[in-house]
């Protein structure tokens, strides 16, 4: 449950940021700089958004695969337990059968 929570926060904080990305280019727009000078600071400004999208893009990639890996040796340790719980019913099956056999 918990990891369900990370990936969660990850995606908040994914959209927190894009969205202050996307504000802190208005304000930029509104800015009193000549253009050369604006494009060059919303060109750097996009490019350390862009770096840090991929960052925490790449973060959440591997908490879910992190966790997508622990569901699956949660999932083959429950299916032996299982399966061994059944063995071991047909084997009590088996026996009270036999026992019953020779009751009679």
Known sequence: MSENNEV??????LSFLTGAAVGAGI???YAPKSGSEMRATIADFTDDA???IKDYTKEA???IKSAVEEGKG???EKKSILASAIEAGR???QMEKEKI????
């Open 8 to 13: 969660s926060a990850g995606v908040v904080l």
């Open 27 to 29: 304000a930029l727009l």
């Open 50 to 52: 862009v770096g840090k």
């Open 61 to 63: 990639q591997d908490k």
């Open 74 to 76: 949660a999932i083959a």
């Open 91 to 93: 084997e009590a099956m």
């Open 101 to 104: 056999a020779r009751q009679k």
